[in-house]
């Protein structure tokens, strides 16, 4: 259930992250070219992510389509959060002037799914958290931005 891992790893490094949503910075970029620049920061974080989260299992000496402790899972989501805690805050950082209560909202749902990791909630509720959050996510067009 190697599968089952992933998501468990995704939702983590989702729950971890802090967005800090209350300073409006709103940006002056249109709603196409947010969606286009945030897409290609998702694109290239998830690849890092990939990236980190390799490295991180070969550091834990687990191997390909071995199962992961919950300790293991810990250090993996906790060695994945820096990427993508750097395109959340870009996400508020970018929102178009005209769109910041919709990015707000995404933003919310995104501190939602970090609180409920760092508080040990359920994984089926951070799982929906996520699934929550993901589809605004895709709502608005961020579809590199779903876990």
Not at 52 to 70: H, I, S, W
Not at 100 to 123: C, F, N, P, Q, Y
Not at 128 to 138: C, P, S, T
Request: net charge neutral; charged share 25%; with cysteine.
């Amino acid at each position: 259930m190697k599968s089952m891992a992933g998501l468990l790893i995704a939702a983590g490094v989702l729950m971890l992250v802090g967005c800090g949503g209350g300073d409006s910075t709103a940006s002056s970029l249109t709603q196409e070219e947010f969606i286009k620049q945030v897409n290609q920061m998702c694109k290239k974080e998830k690849v890092e992510r990939k990236q980190v989260e390799d490295a991180t299992l070969r550091k834990l000496n687990v191997g390909p389509g071995e199962f992961t402790t919950p300790s293991e899972q810990a250090k993996l989501v906790e060695a994945s959060a820096p990427p993508y805690e750097r395109v959340t805050k870009q996400i508020q950082k970018l929102a178009p002037s005209d769109q910041e209560k919709t990015i707000d909202s995404l933003v919310h749902w995104r501190e939602k799914v970090a609180d409920s990791v760092r508080s040990g909630a359920s994984s089926e509720k951070s799982l929906g958290l996520l699934i929550q959050a993901n589809k605004l996510a895709n709502e608005y067009g961020l579809k590199e931005c779903s876990i």
